[in-house]
């Protein structure tokens, strides 16, 4: 098991740029593919971003690829993600999540473990 705790959002001006970070607790961090999720207000929450327990293989979302980019530190069992280009429609909060599928984080919002999320509001 991971305990998941995500920082960095907060407020920013469209075209501007973030940096979410999300610690994870646990010795078994670099067994799980890590994946970045988000919910505005009134929709579903979906998948943005995800990263394999390697961090070889990346996985995104159509509205963010060329804008985002996730990564990870086994070493500091941590995983990024940043935003760049930032635009109002990004406004939600972002959830860290954790799975040893890769596939599970890509395809679904079934992931083992989940972070208590973090606002990120983009203005316009």
């Known amino acids: 098991q991971v305990q998941l705790v995500e920082s960095g959002g907060g407020l920013v001006q469209a075209g501007g740029s973030l940096r979410l970070s999300c610690a994870a607790s646990?010795?078994?961090?670099?067994?799980?593919?890590m994946g970045w999720f988000r919910q505005a207000p009134g929709k579903e929450r979906e998948f943005v971003a995800a990263?394999?327990?390697?961090?070889?293989?990346?996985r995104y979302a159509d509205s963010v690829k060329g804008r985002f980019s996730i990564s990870r530190n086994n070493a500091k069992n941590t995983v990024y993600l940043q935003m760049n280009s930032l635009k109002p429609e990004d406004t939600a909060v972002y959830y860290c999540?954790?799975?040893?599928?890769?596939?599970?984080?890509?395809?679904?919002?079934?992931?083992?473990?989940w972070g208590q999320g973090t606002q990120v509001t983009v203005s316009s």
């Open positions: 646990g010795r078994t961090f670099s067994s799980y593919a």
């Open positions: 990263i394999s327990w390697s961090g070889s293989s990346t």
């Open positions: 999540a954790a799975d040893p599928r890769l596939v599970v984080l890509v395809t679904t919002t079934r992931a083992t473990e």
